[in-house]
């Protein structure tokens, strides 16, 4: 089973230990890549896909590394639109 399917199969499971660093490589694998809302910008993030025009923003999660259940769920969500790996995954 190659890493991507593990991640992509973590991420499904809806672990309560899913690390920030594991959703930057879930969007990568999605074809986003992670940019920085800018020096005033607080923790706000954004994944921006530049071939298809899409974004999503959040917030990077502190103090500790670890992703809400909410946000898995809205990611899932917002890939299962926007990405082909997610499509009839949920």
């Known amino acids: 089973m190659s890493t991507k399917k593990k991640l992509i199969d973590r991420f499904l499971s809806m672990p309560a230990d ?33 071939e298809e025009g899409q974004t999503f923003m959040m917030h990077r999660p502190h103090p500790d590394n670890k992703i809400k259940l909410y946000v898995m769920k809205q990611v899932l969500e917002y890939l299962s639109k926007n990405s082909d790996i997610f499509k009839d995954k949920n």
């Open 18 to 50: 899913f690390a920030y660093d594991e959703l930057v490589r879930l969007f990568a694998i999605s074809g986003f890549v992670e940019c920085s809302k800018g020096r005033t910008s607080g923790s706000r993030i954004e994944f921006v896909n530049q």
